[in-house]
């Protein structure tokens, strides 16, 4: 039985409360229930879906976008550019991508030639500029890349709309399944390079490697322009 006392009756000695091997057990313990529950979260599609979904920080803040922020966004934008978002309403995406890529930037989404956002969300899709009001997103970065005309252009923009309707996918085999895979490939198979980053055994393009493109020009960041 381990005694409750911190020290022994011998001057100077130290007894711990437990010892080293129980300590270790129940790290153990605690790492594999956290391993699990992520393993669960992402690979289970309605537990998925709930959990990503979900707003878990509902209530306003201060970094919220609003609908002229995004008006304004729009105005700047040109086809090809890339618009970054990180999000602390959703911060079990922001925890995600920090465990994964060690970025507190989570999704991306290319600006089309009728200035929709091609992105994935559930699966590879257009969206409205507003989604981001809908989300509540509190950070926010429009980045041009250094494109060599109009044909690489149309490249980029051509290889993102066939890949429309890819599911998403939670292990990044698909790059398409991915917001940051989505936008990532469309780049680098045009000849844009958009380095990648080792996580866990596989290559995957991380949200804040768009600002790492040589030449890349940062139109407008949130943390400087609002």
């Not at 129980?22 to 153990?28: E, H, I, N, P």
């Not at 992402?42 to 306003?60: E, G, K, N």
């Not at 252009?153 to 940051?180: M, Q, W």
Request: charged letters at 20%; proline letters at 5%.
């Amino acid at each position: 039985m381990i005694k409750r006392k911190g020290k022994s009756k011998h001057k100077g000695e130290y007894r711990p409360l437990y010892k080293h091997s129980t300590l270790v057990r129940f790290a153990g313990l605690g790492a594999g229930i956290a391993c699990g529950a992520i393993v669960v979260a992402l690979f289970v599609p309605p537990i998925r879906d709930r959990v990503f979904a979900t707003r878990l920080w509902p209530w306003a803040l201060p970094w919220d976008t609003n609908i002229d922020e995004l008006a304004m966004l729009k105005s700047l934008a040109l086809p090809g550019d890339v618009l970054l978002e990180s999000n602390l309403h959703g911060w079990q995406w922001v925890a995600l991508s920090l465990f994964a890529t060690q970025t507190s930037w989570v999704h991306a989404a290319i600006v089309d030639h009728d200035y929709s956002l091609i992105t994935v969300h559930g699966k590879a899709t257009k969206l409205d500029w507003s989604i981001y009001h809908q989300w509540g997103s509190t950070r926010l970065a429009l980045i041009r890349p250094p494109y060599t005309g109009s044909d690489q252009i149309n490249d980029v923009l051509a290889y993102a709309n066939s890949k429309l309707g890819t599911g998403y996918d939670p292990s990044f085999r698909e790059h398409a399944g991915s917001c940051n895979g989505l936008v990532g490939s469309a780049l680098t198979q045009a000849g844009v390079p958009v380095k990648m980053r080792r996580c866990y055994g596989r290559d995957i393009y991380a949200a804040d490697s768009f600002f790492a493109i040589p030449g890349a020009e940062v139109v407008w960041h949130s943390d400087s322009g609002r």
